[in-house]
């Protein structure tokens, strides 16, 4: 048996090996959605798997962004009849533009994925497109909302509302570090505010990686990033040559920082 959490009734989490990537899945009457997919073919196989043993209706897709680990697996959903993925304009830009180049990340756990060759390793870009206007998916009986709060962990994070749970994709995580590498710190920090301005609207809030968190930790997430940003604007006003120098006060890990400062210069 998988391992399938509730998340309030028809919601469930799936947690994979590998990332410790968290998959969504939201039933309705006639359709049940599917939120991110996996590294590549293998994982996939083991999601769709599991899916399948809650319900067998059709199909959708949501890609909460453009990182390998949440839409690599798209190719064996559309193996299977899905043929609507949903994603924010730039995350389906950023899957056309540089999905490819991210395929050495998996050489370890997806080496056909990685290769790009073998069955469902093609990328599958995602063709129903949110911007910044709220779309409203219907499930049957169930409808689930997806939006936009503005670029945070990359340029296009989507978020997947339901009646009773929040699944928020990489813009939080538990249990690690926040990966910078794509990201638009300060914007972060404001989205994560925004998050935790929709607390009252819902009882769970689902990672991307990692357990379920409460709302102090988005706070506490969005404080400490909105602390570090200053803390490194301080330090490359005070040492303009040497950015590096602020690594050792951040509260990141020495890669995460080292990401935070880059990011920041970049979008400051
Ligand atoms: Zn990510």
Known sequence: MSRWTEAGPNNYVLVTDGEALNSGLV????????????????????ILAAVREITDLPLVVVNTHAHYDHFFGNAV??????????AHANCAAAIEENGDAQRFQVSATEPEM???????VELVVPNALVKDQPVLVDLGGLTVTLFYLG???TDGD???GT??????????EHGTYPSFED??????????????ALRHRYEFLIPGHGQPCDDQFVKTMANTMTTAARQAQQSLRDTPADATKAIPILPYGPEQSRWFIKRLKETW
């Not at 049940?32 to 196989?45: E, F, H, L, N």
């Not at 959903?77 to 949903?86: L, S």
Request: with cysteine; glycine share 12%; charged share 20%.
């Open 163 to 172: 009646s009773t749970t929040l699944f928020v994709g990489d813009l939080v």
């Open 158 to 160: 989507l978020l997947v």
């Open 27 to 46: 039933v309705g009457q006639e359709r049940a959605m599917v939120i991110d997919t996996g590294c590549g073919p293998r994982q996939a196989k083991e």
């Open 151 to 153: 670029r945070g962990h």
């Open 183 to 196: 990201s638009y710190p300060l914007e972060w920090a404001d989205v994560l505010r925004h998050i935790s």
């Open 77 to 86: 959903f559309a193996d299977d009849g899905v043929t609507e993925f949903w």
């Open 114 to 120: 990685a290769a790009g060759s073998g069955d469902a």
